[in-house]
């Protein structure tokens, strides 16, 4: 059984950065892909970045490219999302998902609880 939890959400100011972590574990399993989505009230869930496991390329949302930076610790099994400059629409549920094969938006299987960031103006 794969586990992805996430942590690091919270509340912060317009302009002010958070940094989510995502802890993978789970027996035997082998992630190819990590991924960061989205899903803000009354909007359906989006991609935000994500994250090829070992190489390293990235893709980020268009609306997210300059703001927002994916990473990885595959020695922590872990993936971070430092984001920068918030602002209000970033108001959302963050979710950490992963992949055991292509890193497409629709190729992810396991996904995490979610976390919570609350932008105030």
């Known amino acids: 059984q794969v586990q992805l939890v996430e942590s690091g959400g919270g509340s912060v100011q317009a302009g002010g950065s958070l940094r989510l972590s995502c802890a993978a574990s789970g027996y035997g399993y082998s992630s190819k892909c990590m991924g960061w989505f989205r899903q803000a009230p009354g909007h359906e869930r989006e991609g935000v970045a994500r994250?090829?496991?070992?190489?390293?390329?990235?893709w980020y949302a268009d609306s997210v490219k300059v703001q927002f930076t994916i990473s990885q610790d595959n020695a922590k099994n872990r993936v971070y999302l430092q984001k920068n400059s918030m602002k209000p629409e970033d108001n959302a549920l963050y979710y950490c998902?992963?992949?055991?094969?292509?890193?497409?938006?629709?190729?992810?299987?396991?996904w995490g609880q979610g976390t919570q960031d609350t932008v105030s103006s």
């Open positions: 994250i090829v496991i070992g190489p390293g390329f990235t």
């Open positions: 998902a992963s992949s055991s094969s292509a890193c497409e938006a629709d190729s992810f299987t396991y």
